[in-house]
């Protein structure tokens, strides 16, 4: 009876220590999973705060980027008034400084462009198709004087003029009663052919547009002649100063019907 006593008792004893080795082991294994949970839940609290933060800095990203395109926009408004009351200044300016001159229709511009290198070439004025300037029309600075006439491109609001000293160009002429034809040198002076020496031509007389070369309507002041010359050909050699200055050219007259 002793000896099945004993056995009964190693035998609770070694269930017992078998049980409390068992709940260690699920202890620990509780313990990892709630060290485990623990981890997960910080990295989503991380992952949630990086979202929150980057969402914000998107959202501040947008706003500036919405902020410069609202600035460049009222940038471009402002640059457009300013250009607005620069027409508005220069129409009053226009207005103010335009002399009478005996056409029904004369626009009058400011002179843009002028080329020192170029200048008996051509120069741009603020004056185009936009005023009802077209090619061809004749040009006079704000006495009347003879000056040019309009050659393309014609923009909307800005044209070329060519110059009667344009070494090419060929403008009718009258001196007294003799008819002729002026042509550019390149320089203030200009040349007229074609008329005959029995002509009385004289150094100081008044040179006027004759109206036959189909741009400049008759009657209008061309330059005074400073030399006359008699020579073995069939004309005289007549030397024309122009009334006009290139170098201080600040208006012209765009004579758009005549």
């Not at 004087?145 to 309009?150: E, I, L, M, S, T």
């Not at 002429?173 to 009385?200: F, H, K, N, W």
Request: charged share 20%; proline share 5%; glycine share 10%.
């Amino acid at each position: 009876m002793q000896e099945a006593r004993r056995v009964y008792l190693v035998f609770l004893a070694l269930n017992l220590l078998l049980l409390l080795s068992q709940r260690s082991v699920a202890r620990r294994i509780g313990d990892a999973i709630y060290s485990l949970v623990l981890r997960v839940e910080g990295v989503g609290a991380f992952i949630s705060g990086a979202y929150h933060s980057a969402g914000k800095k998107i959202r501040a990203i947008s706003r500036a980027r919405e902020v410069l395109e609202e600035n460049e926009g009222l940038r471009r408004a402002l640059v457009q008034e300013k250009l607005k009351v620069t027409r508005l200044r220069q129409e009053l300016e226009r207005i103010k400084t335009q002399p009478s001159l005996p056409y029904p229709s004369v626009y009058f511009a400011r002179t843009v462009f002028l080329n020192p290198v170029s200048l008996h070439l051509r120069f741009s004025v603020a004056a185009g198709w936009g005023q009802g300037v077209r090619e061809f029309m004749p040009v006079v600075d704000m006495k009347g004087n003879a000056v040019g006439k309009v050659v393309g491109p014609v923009l909307y609001a800005s044209c070329w003029v060519r110059p009667i000293t344009y070494p090419m160009s060929s403008t009718g002429v009258v001196i007294g009663q003799y008819y002729g034809v002026a042509r550019g040198t390149g320089q203030d002076l200009l040349e007229v052919d074609y008329i005959y020496p029995t002509s009385s031509v004289s150094p100081g007389e008044e040179v006027y547009t004759s109206g036959l070369d189909g741009v400049f309507p008759p009657g209008i002041p061309l330059g005074k002649v400073v030399s006359v010359k008699r020579t073995p050909g069939l004309f005289l050699k007549i030397k024309v100063r122009a009334n006009f200055s290139l170098e201080s050219l600040k208006w012209v007259g765009i004579i758009r019907k005549w």
